[in-house]
């Protein structure tokens, strides 16, 4: 569906597959995308994300939110429904 929010790189367009891909310079492994950024153990937030190049990813780095693909419309939906519980 078109505004479902899609998570890819920015650059080469790979999708993350759920799997731990990404490492905190606290040593932590983890899914980026399952915590906004947010290392699990250490709570650093990554300004920036890498695309991992072991499961097809190229490698480069991106602003973290700029993988998130329309969140713009998904904001807006959610504005509307926030909207709606008001008037109720």
Aim: aromatic share 10%.
């Amino acid at each position: 569906m078109p505004n479902e929010v899609k998570i890819e790189c920015p650059k080469c367009s790979w999708e993350p597959d759920g799997q731990p891909h990404w490492q905190c310079s606290c040593g932590t492994v983890w899914n980026t995308f399952d915590t906004a950024g947010r290392c699990p153990s250490c709570k650093k937030q990554w300004k920036h994300t890498c695309c991992p190049t072991d499961p097809g990813g190229c490698g480069q780095w991106s602003l973290h939110l700029d993988w998130y693909k329309n969140l713009d419309k998904w904001l807006e939906k959610e504005i509307e429904a926030v909207k709606q519980e008001v008037m109720v």
